[in-house]
């Protein structure tokens, strides 16, 4: 039986205001999170597999509570199984920790064949993480993976199309291995009021560094301070004309007089 896992976590919508606040934390106000869109793939894709593989499948968050949430969506989408880990004073947005965590939570669980990514996280803007846990784990990492031809778990295979800049590439691994996917490789469900209910009752375990046995490192950045982006004074001009030919003339012969072009 097969053991898909994935990674998920709460972040702003992208349609949010995000700013500095007085205190110089970064806020959204009061506006609700959202799973991580890149993780609504890598959560049906986490499904499908497992479901292929007549196993089980998982959803891990690492940092606080605010990923309850997210954790939760998944369960409501069909995800049987989700745990976070928290420790206090963790820089979870430090990959180095978050790839140490997710390492020892992966160790614990000791049975994961595969282990499916998001592209990235939208609120850091990096996927650094997961080929970090990749070489914690020692397993072969597969990214920008738009479709998976073939995962037989009984040998231990896997057979991947990879979406690159000159065209696709089709590439086969051993398992266990780590993958990251991309937005076409599927069409993400949506949860089902009974999920939605079931996965509101559910009880998230929450794992320290000591449960997976973990001597946590020392985060190799620092944020030292947030701030706001300087104002920029912007002046907007509707440019008129009889029709599209003369506006696009007019609008070239401006940029020119302002030197853009």
Known sequence: MAHVLTFTRSTPDTAAKVWVDDQGAVTWGDVATVVNPWDEYSLEETIVQASNG????????????????????SLAMGIKNALRLEEAGADCNDSLVWSALAAGAVRKLGDVDLIIFGKESVDVGTDQHTYQLARRLGWTMLSYVSRIIEADFAEGKIQ????????????????????????????????????????????????????????LPKAATTALRFMNPPARAVNTEIIAGADFKEKAVTLVERLLEEKVL
């Open 160 to 215: 991947v199309e990879r979406m690159l800049e000159q065209g696709v590439q089709t590439v086969s691994a051993d398992l266990p291995a780590v993958i990251s996917v991309m937005k076409g490789i599927n069409e993400p469900r949506y949860p089902n009021f009974l999920g939605i209910r079931k996965a509101a009752k559910a009880q998230i375990p929450v794992w320290s560094a000591a449960d997976i046995g973990l001597d």
């Open 54 to 73: 007549g196993g089980a499948s998982t959803v891990v968050a690492i940092g606080s509570a605010l990923h309850n949430d997210a954790l939760k969506h």
